[in-house]
Each structure stands twice: as C-alpha cells, then as structure tokens.
RNA sequence: GCCGAUGUAGCUCAGUUGGUCAGAGCAGCUGAUUUGUAAUCUGCAGGUCGGGGGUUCGAAUCCCUUCAUCGGCUCCA
C-alpha cells in the first residue's frame, strides 16, 4: 500500500501502481472525466502513470493551467498525426502548448507549402482521429532508441534536439500511428478532443534563429465542449473590434501616410488632444514630485552616439547618420534622450546637496524598426517617450528607485490599468560582450533593482537576457486586446553612461564623485500607451481625457440659438463642447454620438430653453435627468478632478 | 529583414469558371421633414479594382514584379 497526500491534507492508502486518474475514479466517475492531468510530487504526470510510492497529488481540472496545457499538447501531437497522414515525409521541429492553445513548428518538405486554405483538411483529419479515442503511451528510451527511431524516420529537427539531451531522460509519447519525442504529459487518449480550430499559419524559425531555415508554424486551439470553443471565438471577435488601429480609424485620432513613410504615426485632432491630455496631467505631477522639465533637439551628432554607447550597438541598424556641407561632420537623429541629458548634467558643475536631480521630458525619438515588426501605433519608427532621468548619489539610488516604482503604480491606477505584470530584466550571464560597463557595475545595479523591487513587495518575474545594453531593468507590461504583452514604464539604473560621460559631483568631502543614473518612463512610449488605452477602454476614454467632454442635441432647429448659447457658456468653462446640429431625429443624434464616445450628450428641448438647463445623458448609462447649465459645467469639472486625484 | 496571406469608393464589404461587373450599405453632398433619449425620407456624387509590366480579341478576375497592410518569426536602446 502506498500512502496519498491530497491537497486540503487529507491521506488515503491505494494499492502501489494506482494511477491519477483511477484515485480520481475512486472518488467519483464525474471527476475522472473532468480531470486531464495530475501533479504528483511536485511534477505534473500523465493521469495513467503509476505511482509507486508515498506521494502528494493534485488533480487538475480544466481551470488550472497544467490541465489546459496537456490538453493542448495532446492536440498537438494529433495534429502532428493529421499532418503526417496528409502530408508523407514531413518533418517535425516542436510543439508546444501554449497560453491559448498550440502550436507545430513543421517543414512540409522542399517546394511544398502548408496555408491556411489547407487547414480545414488537418482540422477534419484531426476530427477523425481523435474519434478513435487513441490512447497516449509513453516510453522511456535510451538516447540511443530514441536517435535510431528519429534516424531511420529521417527527421533531423528531431535527432538535433536530441543529440542535445541527457541520456536517461528521454521520453517518446505514442498515439495511433505517430510517435513524437516529448516529455509529456499528456491526456490519457484523444478522445476528450471533442472541438478543434486551427487558427492560422506563420513562418518561424528553426530554433528562433534568424540564419537558420523557416519552418512553417501552424497555430490552433482546441477545447473539450464546442461550446467553449465557439466561446472563445466570439472573445476572439470582441477583441478584435477593440483593436486600437480599427478604433483609432472610426475615432479619426490617428493615420498613417505612404507618402510621409511606414510606421509614422500621424494624430489627427482628437488623438493629438488625448495625447496633450496627458502630457499636461503627468507633468503637472512631475512637478509636484520634483522633476525639471527639459527640451533638447530632435538630432545630435554621432559623436554624441559613439560615446554613449548607441552607435556601437545600433549604428548600423537605424537611420544613417546625416551629414553636413561641412566635410567629416555628421549627425543623427536621436534614439534616446539619455545622452542629450547626460550633457544638460555637464553644463553646469553639481554639489551632493543638489541630488537627486530629476530630469524629465517628452522626447521624440526614432528609431528603424524592422519593416515586418511595425504595428499600428504600438511599434513605430518615431514616437514621444515621457523620459526622464534621475542622476543620484549612491546612497539615494534605492530611495529613488523606490518613488519611482511608487509614480508607475500610481499613474497606472489612476488610469485603470490593474492587470500589469512586472519584469526584472538582467543581463545575459553567457553574452557578457553584448553589453557595456563592468562586471562589478552591472552586479551592483542588478542588486539594486532586485533588492528595491523586493522592498516594495512588487510580484515580480525575473528574465534573465532582457537587460537593456547599459543597464538591467524593471519593467511594467500589460495585454493588448489579443493578449500580447506590451512594455510600458521602466527603470533602469545605469552606472555606465555615468562614466561614459564623466558624469561627477562634489561630495562632502569636496571630492569628485561620479553619480548613479536611473532612467525611467511611465507611459513609455505615448503611441504606445495611447494604443494600449484605446484597447483597455474600447475608445471609451475617461473624461478628463476625452477630447471632447460633451455634444449638445437640440431637438429640433428650434433651440439651435439656446443650444449655441450653452455651447459658449461650456466652452468658456474649458469644457470642451461640441453641437450636433444637423436636421435629424433626435434618436439619430443620440445613437450617431454614443457611437463617437463623447462621454455626455447635452439633449436640449422646449422644455430646457425655458428653464436654463441641459437633458443630462450619459455614454453608455442613459438619461440622467436635467440641470442647470451651471450645474453641468461644475459636475464636469468635479468629475475630472475625482479621476486625476487618487 | 524572413515565411504566409491580403489589397475593389472615406469606412465595411459583394463581384460565380476572364466576356455590360465596376456594385451595395454606411459616411458625404441635395432637397423635404422640425423631430424628446440608439438609425426619417428623396435625389446626387464617389473608384485608372494598391502601383508597374505581361498573357489574351478581351483582365478587378490569370502570370511576373513592386509597394503597403494583416498574422507570426527575428529584433526592440
């Protein structure tokens, strides 16, 4: 007998060899079906494996991640089999699960192609099979086995990744006719695969590696009940019309030009004024927290670049630098503010008592992004950083790393956003040369980061290899409409551009010191943020950032001269108000404003010119009853300062 | 940059095997209507079917090329 530990701590004794999911039979027939995978001490197992020994088991269910993940990976390998079956002599890279659904990186062979008018055929091929309800056998090998098997099959994908592993460790998973290395867990058979949708195709490289060969990726998800699945696309559909370039079109906030050149993004009037919304409201609150406001130009001279670093890392893969009439004298346009500000330091000499400096600016940068990665306004070649830098003693870094951290999650609340992650981002420990500075600095400021973010009590991952070419930082990221992770605000601390630069301050001592310097921004980049808000709020601004707070109705042409004259007494309030006069149905203007997202529509009758007040309605609530037009303007104004004042 | 797909009026899309196929709805402009909380009616105008080249008696439709967009990969100071 062997004793089983479950996770509320209760025991029970089985025979030894019992498996997951007879325990789970054992507890109920209903429970066996739902269950796809089971962690047995520590590690999740395939529900059929024997436990041969005392153990702690979870089972899990279609909520816990480990289930969905043996789920998809399941589907994986039978779309592999869907594919082997189609399509002879295609070779295998991998395929994993991953946050929604799967993926199979696959090389159909040379001359042959796999698009999306095929998949329909894997997906009814995948159907057939996975009625067979074919059982998931795994087998451990030598590394021998498993080469000679892959070998005689001809798929060197396969034979590479396992030249690559211990022996000893080696699992091959087996259903129906397709054997792939892997090492699980899987489901117990194919048949709980009631519902598949293979979603698209991409090409990916064999490995991540760009010089290696392009395999094709083919992407699906799959679900135990069509009615998940059919649930999930509708999702899918939602998120799409929350895409920011569908809503940036319909709200006219921004546009692209061919002729002005991909990836540079054009604010029209509605855009531009959210965007000046918030560069007025965070540097106001810059200000309050000690920040001072700087301008430096839109290009620098390379010099500038070789010094700091960027021209080495990225010369040769952003815009050429510019040259002049004068001979030899060249220029660029500037990637980053940091080196401009490194120079405002110099300008003037620094006593300890004056630190920290905190040095702040809405820089446009650009930078040549790869054609293939542009995308909307999130991945452009100019954009507006809300940079700052704060150039410290050593003894203040962590303090000011601290408030930095306190600033981002302050602006993120007070916009709403509440599903961010955190990321510490460090250096490569095995591509040391990739960055700059010493070994002894960049230890230091790691240590910094990690011990400030800890302090703080912030959830954070840790992702070695992320670190930018200067310094390891402390990211902030949040989901786009379809899932994607975004980088917003970040903090970096730098010991290196501090010396690149000579960059120094007297001490107490009256010596020569050299500062710390943190770079920081909230919003990162403001085309960012602004796609990531129209995503986050489906075009449904808060009002003090809407570029319009309200839109006067008049009922009929009747009450345009009461409707003008409330329009003047808003806008005269800094209300920013506009009149839908046009000849229609007041139905028509109330669906043709709600669909623009002005936050308050202003109805305006008989009843209304009369009396001096507005019909209050608003977006998206309805009819919320009348005022005077004094009222409203001050309602407005509380509003606004209800959502910037936390 | 790489792989794949897409590209028809301002927007969303029709356009069967190449042969009145250049269309619809919304938006726009006209005129009528003067309206009480999510679509009033009439009429008009809008496109070298992304650009260039080719095949053909004939191309939105087939081929080549180029540009852009979309989905990924790589990259992201």
Redesign the pocket.
């Known amino acids: 007998m062997i004793r089983i530990t479950f996770p509320d701590g209760s025991l029970k004794e089985y025979n030894k060899g019992i498996s997951s999911l007879e325990i789970a039979e054992q507890i109920s027939p209903q429970l066996a079906k739902e269950v796809y995978a089971a962690t047995v001490n520590g590690e999740v197992w395939d529900l059929t494996r024997p436990i041969n020994g005392d153990a702690t088991i979870r089972l899990h269910k279609w909520e816990d991640e480990a289930a969905r993940h043996a789920f998809w990976h399941s589907s994986a390998h039978l779309m592999a089999e869907a594919l082997e079956s189609l399509y002879p002599g295609i070779k295998f890279g991998i395929g994993p699960a991953i946050e929604n659904g799967f993926y199979y990186d696959v090389d159909p062979g040379d001359g042959k ?1 796999i ?2 008018a095929d998949l329909a055929a894997v997906e009814n091929k995948m159907k057939e099979l996975a009625a067979k309800k074919l059982v998931y056998k795994r087998k451990e090998v030598s590394k021998k086995e498993a080469m000679d098997y892959f070998t005689k099959k001809g798929d060197d994908y396969k034979t590479e990744l396992i030249s690559e592993l211990e022996d000893g460790t080696i699992s091959l998973y087996t259903q129906g006719n397709f054997t792939d290395l892997c090492r699980g867990p899987h489901l117990p058979t194919t048949e709980p695969i009631k519902a598949i949708k293979l979603t ?6 064999w490995r ?1 590696n ?1 010089n290696k060969k ?1 395999l ?2 083919i992407y699906g998800i799959t679900y135990p009940k069509q009615k998940m699945l059919d649930e999930y696309l509708v999702l899918l559909e939602e998120a799409r019309k929350r895409d920011h ?1 569908r809503i940036g ?1 319909e709200l006219e906030l921004f546009t ?1 030009s ?1 002729k002005v050149g ?2 540079l993004p054009l604010w029209l009037p509605r855009g531009a004024d959210i965007r000046q919304n918030l560069i007025d409201y965070l540097t106001s609150v810059l200000r309050k927290r000690g920040y001072k406001i700087v301008t430096t130009p839109h290009i620098g001279n390379v010099n500038l670049y070789k010094l700091s670093g ?1 021209f080495e890392k ?1 010369g040769t ?2 815009f050429r630098p510019m040259s002049t009439p004068q001979e030899g004298e060249q220029f660029m346009l500037k ?2 503010n940091c080196p401009h500000h490194c120079e405002i330091y110099n300008s003037t000499p620094h006593s300890y008592k004056e630190l920290p400096l905190r040095m702040a600016e809405f820089g446009t940068v650009y ?10 306004l999130t ?1 452009v070649r100019s954009f507006t950083q809300d940079d700052a830098h704060h150039f410290c003693r050593p003894d203040q870094l962590r303090e000011e790393f601290k408030s930095i951290i306190d600033l981002i999650l302050y602006i993120l609340r007070i916009l709403n956003f509440n599903d961010y992650t955190a990321q510490i981002s460090l250096r490569d420990p095995d591509n040391k040369e990739k960055y700059i500075g010493t070994d002894e600095n960049w230890e230091k400021a790691e240590r910094d980061i990690i011990v400030a973010a800890g302090e703080k009590n912030l959830e954070t991952t840790v992702v070695p290899g992320e670190a ?2 200067y310094g390891p930082k402390l990211d902030f990221m949040v989901k786009d409409a ?1 899932g ?1 992770k975004w980088q917003l605000g970040t903090i970096q601390v730098d010991y290196n551009l501090p010396e690149r630069f000579d960059l120094t301050y007297n001490g107490s001592d009256n010596q020569k010191h050299r500062p710390v310097m943190i770079h920081r921004t909230i919003f990162g980049s403001l085309e960012r943020f602004v796609a990531v808000l129209i995503e986050n709020s489906a075009g449904k601004f808060p009002l003090w950032l809407a570029p319009e707070k309200a839109v006067i109705l008049p ?4 009450f345009n001269d009461y409707a003008l004259k409330v329009l003047e007494i808003l806008n005269n309030s800094d209300i920013c108000t506009l009149i839908d006069d046009r ?6 203007k ?2 043709d404003n ?2 623009r997202r002005i936050p308050y ?1 202003l ?1 305006i ?4 010119a009369v009396s001096g007040t507005v ?1 209050v ?1 608003k977006q ?1 609530e ?2 919320r009853g009348s005022m005077t037009v004094e009222d409203f303007a001050n309602f407005i104004k509380a509003e606004i300062k209800k959502e910037t004042a936390l």
């Open positions: 192609t698009t999306e698209s195709v991409a090409g990916a490289y991540g760009e392009m094709t990726r370039r079109k692209f061919q991909m990836g960027h990225y893969s952003s990637p980053m930078r040549y992004e790869q054609s293939g990665e542009l995308h909307g991945r930018a070419f379809i994607r009922i009929s042409e009747k000849s229609e149905k007041i139905g028509k109330i669906r709600e669909l529509l109805i009758g008989e009843k209304e019909a309605r998206g309805g009819d």
